[in-house]
């Protein structure tokens, strides 16, 4: 046994887990933890400089499902002092994988999404596979970890978990120099200040993010007010998207520049960030978007932006779907003016620091000793 984190995630390489993987990484490498990134070919997170305290590991697997043996061999090899995981089906591996290896590593499995609402779409068989996969495989983790209240209470009631088997630990989402990287030039036309005001959104142009909904209230407050509305991801729905945009008559404010790294440059020079989710666990962009100081409308689906919106006036909930409802938020919250500070007690949970120091914890290792004292 040593003092190494293993962390094992296999990721879409531009989603919201990518970005909580890469600022944990960073803030444990600024504090010097040794941690093993366990990586699978052709998944993510992809991270253009692996920072000096981490040593990524190459487990030979192409998918997930056949990184069973591989992770058994690491395990027994390097005897980490923890193992950290994301995504069922990676936590299944993991548990299974521990158990082989028969090692004293600890282990904490993380669920990023709302698990009854994610599995809603799913198969019947899909959905007891995964169902009997938490309830009897996950109370064999020492410790079952979700981004938010709402996620937790979800689990539990769906799955059979106990409550007290599942840790709240918030997202580290808020990292030093996202006010920096916000401040950098952006090339976009409509953002270069004295034009119509713009709406940003983020996320992946699929069903989930539900971003014809936004487009149908964006169409709306295009009626009432000159604005313009620019979405930020990639996706299957992208066509789908621009031929609703064209149909309503907002397609020429109406701009879907694909992915881009630094998403904050545009949050930060929006008017408002609109969150249009069906579902999430605890939406990175939402908390983001207020580390740039840009007021939010989001629908208050479960789970996470009650949590913020609701105890923090720095925006506006909204039914999940109801475009109407949406845009009625959307015209209020245009140029509305919210105080720095508000900003900042929105988003306090959020940085870095106190939610990586709240991961080590989770998986039994030290965090500095000024963060374990307030963190605790």
């Not at 937790?152 to 106990?162: Q, V």
């Not at 713009?198 to 539900?210: P, Q, S, T």
């Not at 709306?220 to 509305?229: E, H, I, N, Q, T």
């Not at 404010?253 to 605890?282: C, I, T």
């Amino acid at each position: 046994m040593n003092d190494r984190l293993a962390i094992f995630v296999a990721t879409s390489g531009h989603s919201g887990v990518d970005r909580v993987i890469k600022n944990l990484l960073q803030q444990l490498a600024d504090w010097a933890q040794p941690v093993d990134l366990l990586r699978v070919r052709r998944h993510g997170p992809r991270i253009e400089e692996i920072p000096g305290a981490v040593r990524p590991i190459d487990l030979g697997a192409a998918h997930v499902n056949t990184s069973l043996p591989a992770l058994v061999r690491d395990l027994r090899r390097e005897r980490p002092a923890a193992l950290l995981t994301d995504k069922d089906r990676v936590n299944r591996i993991a548990i299974l994988a521990r158990g082989i290896a028969r090692v004293e590593t600890l282990l904490a499995v993380r669920l990023g999404t709302t698990v009854s609402v994610n599995l809603a779409s799913r198969s019947a068989f899909e959905r007891w596979q995964q169902r009997t996969s938490i309830r009897h495989l996950y109370p064999l983790a020492d410790c079952v970890v979700v981004p938010s209240r709402g996620a937790a209470e979800d689990l539990a009631a769906y799955t059979g978990l106990r409550r007290d088997q599942v840790r709240v630990i918030p997202s580290p989402i808020v990292t030093r120099d996202l006010r920096h990287r916000a401040a950098e030039p952006l090339d976009h036309p409509w953002l270069s200040g004295g034009g119509r005001p713009v709406i940003v959104a983020v996320g992946e142009l699929g069903y989930r993010k539900d971003f014809e909904t936004l487009i149908r209230a964006f169409a709306l407050v295009r009626r009432r007010r000159p604005c313009r509305l620019v979405i930020l991801g990639r996706g299957g729905l992208r066509a789908r998207l621009l031929g609703l945009g064209a149909k309503l008559g907002v397609r020429e404010d109406l701009d879907l520049p694909g992915f881009l790294p630094n998403p904050y440059a545009f949050m930060a020079r929006a008017e408002l960030f609109v969150l249009s989710s069906r579902w999430e666990g605890m939406p990175v962009a939402l908390v983001e978007a207020l580390a740039c100081h840009t007021p939010v409308v989001s629908t208050d689906c479960p789970s996470g932006p009650r949590e913020v919106l609701g105890e923090h006036p720095v925006g506006a909930l909204v039914p999940v779907g109801d475009y109407r409802a949406m845009a009625d938020a959307i015209d209020a919250w245009l140029g509305a003016q919210v105080t720095e500070d508000l900003f900042e007690r929105a988003i306090a949970d959020y940085r870095i620091e106190a939610s990586a120091c709240a991961y080590l914890q989770a998986v039994g290792m030290r965090c500095p000793e000024a963060l374990r004292r307030t963190s605790g």
